[in-house]
């Protein structure tokens, strides 16, 4: 100070440090604004190199694009919605070297607008991206192919029902570094995935298929040895029962999603995972599988011994399977819907074998009751998410148990029609770390006892209707893009 020297005027590799701990937002909105030379150092790719722009539904177009022209150096944008022609103008004014694009399913691209996102930002290396109507997929997918540094594909829309035949083998002609491709829900053409297979699935590392694929591209799917990720929704009625067992090879296998296994195909699904050929697999879900029972859960629980994740929905399950937890002490997440057949002996069985369970979810399983969530409580002591949906047989006696999880953030008690919540209010001084509070279609729920949670905990929020008298806000502003998504 002596010297006249000022905060301004600090060198620019401690700015650098000093603004690498700002928010996006005060790197657009404010520092830029001080001073030119702040403005300059602002504006760093090294600051930017790991930021993500994703406005919010409540952000106007106008304020995106507000930000877009402050923001030079982005790599990655990703809107929460739909968003006009001029938001994606500003994007490819301002913004000098976008890497990651995102557009989700609620936004609706012209052709001439894709192509203007694809010629400005050349180095694009994942992209996420409605397609568009069929006669113009073809010009899509040759600019798409000159992407040289294009690792990740997804295509989002769900408007668009079927994928022009040539699409995805100009992208395998093209495209040297893709590595993980999503399809959506579109159809794709036969021969275009079986010659897309067949010429990059050496190097492919994720890959998500929602559509029909033949026997043959069932073959080469499976000969795609360097897979870790792979979502396939079986929709080809005549593959074999057999075929299923040669996902096995996939041995660098880290997460794995199966759906829509018809009868006989689901019980060959166990025979993936036997002599531990998917022994590095951490993630795996599994739905509509009604064959898949106890047994084929125990064939996984003792052969992937690194699992983490697990999510079951509506498929036969049974309480022998869960008797192998004991080899589970990895599994973090659970997540059980609609297996109509477990009763509270496969809680126990959780609550003995998994005591690094953060994240529960139990939905519609009827046979359940306050016993099954006591067994858990009592076992799982790092829970940290819980979700009890739709058990016909809870009453208030189950906060007792959920009291014992006092690192509990998250709790849901949907759909409970006997819960009273007459013993919410020692909620603020045993879960003192909840932040969230769903009770979704619980009418019966006292409001007394709710309004005194509410006055207790000011910060907690608290989700769904728990009173057949109570009136929902609804915002205009909301439902008036909501409305627009459908114009």
């Known amino acids: 100070m002596a010297s006249g020297k000022h905060f301004t005027d600090l060198p620019d590799e ?20 001080v001073n030119s030379h702040w403005k300059n150092v602002s504006q760093d790719d090294s600051l930017w190199e790991y930021q993500t722009f994703s406005p919010g539904c409540k952000m106007s177009d106008e304020e995106i694009s507000r930000h877009l022209r ?3 150096a982005l790599r990655s944008f990703c809107p929460s919605r739909g968003t006009n022609t001029k938001v994606v ?7 000098r070297d976008i890497r990651h694009i995102y557009f989700g399913y609620s936004h609706k691209l012209s052709n001439s607008t894709l192509h203007q996102i694809l010629k400005k930002f050349p180095h694009i290396e994942k992209l996420v991206i409605p397609l568009p109507k069929e006669t113009d997929q073809l010009h899509f997918a040759d600019l798409v192919a000159q ?32 590595q993980c491709v999503d399809m959506g829900f579109s159809k794709s053409q036969t021969k275009d995935i079986e010659y897309f297979l067949e010429k990059r699935g050496q190097q492919l590392s994720s890959f998500s298929v929602r559509s029909y694929i033949s026997t043959v591209a069932h073959r080469l799917l499976t000969e795609c040895a360097n897979l870790e990720s792979l979502t396939y929704h079986n929709l080809n009625a005549d593959l074999p029962d057999t075929y299923i067992q ?10 794995l999603v199966l759906r829509y296994f018809r009868e006989g195909q689901t019980r060959n699904v166990s025979s993936i995972f036997k002599n531990q050929s998917m022994s590095k697999l951490i993630t795996l879900y ?16 003792t052969n992937c011994p690194q699992l983490q994740r697990l999510t079951v929905h509506e498929c036969g399950l049974t309480d022998d399977g869960f008797q192998y937890t ?16 477990i009763t509270d002996k496969s809680m126990e ?17 009827y046979k359940l009751t306050n016993k099954g969530t006591e067994y858990v409580c009592s076992g799982c002591q790092k829970l940290k998410y819980l979700s009890i949906q739709n058990y016909p047989a809870i009453t208030d006696d189950v906060m007792e148990h959920i009291f014992k999880c006092k690192q509990l953030e998250v709790l849901e008690l949907s759909h409970t029609s006997h819960l009273l919540g007459i013993n919410f209010h020692l909620i603020p001084s045993t879960l003192v770390h909840l932040t969230e509070l769903h009770v979704h279609g619980c009418s019966s729920l006292d409001k007394k006892c709710m309004d005194k949670l509410k006055e207790e905990m000011p910060h907690l929020l608290i989700a769904g209707i728990y009173t057949r008298n109570e009136e929902t806000d609804v915002n205009l502003g909301d439902a008036k893009f909501f409305i627009s998504q459908f114009l």
């Open 14 to 33: 401690l700015l650098l440090i000093i603004f690498s701990n700002l928010s996006i937002e005060d790197l657009a909105m404010s520092v830029q604004h």
């Open 70 to 72: 402050n923001m030079p």
């Open 89 to 95: 103008d500003t994007l490819c004014k301002y913004c």
């Open 147 to 178: 992407l040289k540094k294009l690792t990740t594909l997804s295509f989002t829309s769900h408007c668009v029902s079927t994928v022009a035949n040539g699409v995805l083998r100009a992208i395998a002609d093209g495209c040297p570094s893709l």
């Open 246 to 255: 040669s996902l096995s090879k996939m041995s660098e296998m880290r997460e």
């Open 286 to 301: 599994l739905y509509d599988s009604d064959d898949f029972d106890g047994s084929s859960l125990a064939v996984i629980l």
């Open 326 to 341: 004991r080899t589970w002490k990895n599994l973090q997440y659970l997540d059980i819907a609609r297996c109509l057949l």
């Open 349 to 365: 069985y959780v609550g003995a074998g998994c005591p690094n369970l953060s994240h529960l979810r139990v939905a519609d399983c």
